[in-house]
């Protein structure tokens, strides 16, 4: 499975608009309903820049899909662990164990979505 998120995530990863950081990342939702991709997409107004998680949950909420068993986030720049704000969003709409892959395609960390962001708010 890691071959293959990591082969999907390399042909996206040239669709990241990130002339400001130059840091490419790319972020697959997996499971049941296959992948949704999302690239980060920086703006000279950093706040409203996006980033590559939180592009796939909102790609994903509008095309109806929810069966995710995880999340691959893929940069050839770097570890991109996901911020703050991408963990809340993805606590938002997953569980706890909901597995989290973090790569730059030499070393990879996994976690759990409990494991990142521990003591969540959250209405479920």
């Known amino acids: 499975m890691f071959e293959k998120l ?7 990863v040239e669709r990241s608009y990130s002339p400001y950081s130059r840091f490419r990342v790319v972020a697959l939702l997996f499971g049941k309903n296959g992948t949704v991709a999302g690239v980060n997409v920086e703006n000279a107004s950093y706040g409203l820049t996006i980033c590559a998680e939180r592009c796939a949950v909102f790609r994903a909420v509008a095309e109806g899909k929810k069966d995710f068993k995880g999340i691959f986030i893929y940069s050839p720049d ?36 409990g494991e990142l962001l521990p003591h969540t708010f959250t209405l479920k």
Do not use: H, S
Not at 6 to 12: F, S, V
Not at 84 to 102: D, K, S, T, W, Y
């Open 78 to 113: 770097g570890m991109p662990y996901p911020c703050g704000a991408c963990r809340q969003v993805l606590r938002e709409f997953f569980p706890e164990n909901f597995e989290v892959i973090v790569t730059n395609g030499e070393n990879t960390t996994t976690f759990t979505l």
């Open 6 to 12: 990591l082969k999907e995530a390399k042909r996206y």
